[in-house]
């Protein structure tokens, strides 16, 4: 008991001196300033995760609704490969820490971008503020994400300021379907293809679940299948979302020969998610697997002949 609050002691005092806090109070209990200090850290950590989480998703799901325009016309809007939001837009456990550590505030800043994507090839980069999308005022970072159908337009002009100066330029205009991603904090594994909100949500334990970039890719694209033909929640809308997204992160150049072993694994894990409605509304595992099988046949034979992925039914 004794080496143990000695080595809590030694180790307030040593949080507590690299803050210049006061590690312990009189009764050699970590001091308010000491808990304060760990407090932030903490917050820096978490705030860190959050962004790591953003970043796995984003990177998969730009590419899948980037390689999937085609089966989303007239709904889409450009892919701009960023991420960007308010304080206020952040989980409420991570403000402090956005404003401390990101210099968040009520603009949209943005927080990373994605190499190769347009906001990254236009020298858009972390740090920077959106003030003007497309000539508009940007109140927050979703309407960024909601702005700009593309029309016959190759570029939009974005004004950031950077450093507190104001600067211009010019991304390029890359179609994709309209609906942007998201993770939220939930342990359990779900994805939601909100249609009245046009968004994907996902949950971080869907993001641990979904082993490999492939995995999570046939994930995203069933759920941008359900919103794309607005089929929800009925087994036949199950069947059609599971043949389409393996098209859509097939063709984004992810192996869907996943998809099979994904969805087994689902049903083993979570049982309940073949008799529930919504994600878990699904063909029995068996049924499942044996269409996917086709479908997986289908995508190669066109691969193997050289022929665009496009899907046979669907869209
Ligand atoms: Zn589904």
């Known amino acids: 008991m004794r080496a143990l609050a000695a080595a809590l002691a030694a180790l307030a005092c040593a949080l507590g001196a690299a803050a210049g806090a006061r590690a312990q109070d009189v009764h050699g209990r970590p001091s308010r300033e000491a808990l304060a200090v760990e407090a932030d850290r903490l917050a820096t950590q978490g705030l860190r995760h959050f962004i790591a989480y953003q970043q796995r998703l984003l990177g998969v799901h730009e590419r899948?609704?980037?390689?999937?325009?085609e089966l989303c016309p007239g709904q889409q809007r450009p892919v701009l490969g960023l991420f960007a939001a308010t304080a206020e837009e952040l989980p409420a456990a991570y403000r402090a820490a956005a404003r401390r550590d990101y210099g968040l505030d009520e603009r949209p800043r943005v927080l990373f971008v994605?190499?190769?994507f347009p906001a990254a090839r236009a020298g858009l980069r972390a740090g920077d503020v959106i003030v003007r999308f497309g000539g508009r005022r940007v109140p927050d970072a979703v309407s960024v994400l909601r702005m700009g159908a593309p029309g016959a337009e190759r570029t939009i002009r974005v004004e950031i300021e950077r450093t507190g100066r104001r600067e211009e330029r010019e991304l390029e205009i890359r179609p994709g379907c309209s609906f942007p991603a998201s993770a939220f904090y939930h342990d359990e594994v779900q994805a939601f293809a909100e249609s009245g909100a046009a968004f994907l949500a996902i949950t971080t334990g869907m993001l641990r679940f979904a082993r490999s970039d492939d995995e999570l890719a046939v994930v995203l694209g069933h759920e941008l299948a359900h919103l794309v033909t607005g089929g929800l929640g009925t087994r036949g809308g199950e069947a059609d979302a599971d043949y389409l997204g393996c098209y859509f992160a097939a063709r984004a150049g992810f192996d869907v020969a996943v998809a099979p072993v994904l969805w087994?694994?689902?049903?083993?894990?979570?049982?309940?998610?073949?008799?529930e409605r919504g994600f878990y509304s699904h063909p029995p595992s068996h049924e499942r697997e044996l269409a996917l099988a086709a479908t997986l046949r289908e995508i190669q034979a066109k691969r193997s002949a050289g022929l665009p992925l496009e899907p046979e039914r669907g869209t």
């Open 264 to 275: 087994r694994r689902m049903s083993l894990a979570h049982p309940a998610s073949l008799v």
């Open 114 to 116: 994605l190499p190769d």
């Open 64 to 69: 899948v609704r980037q390689a999937g325009a």
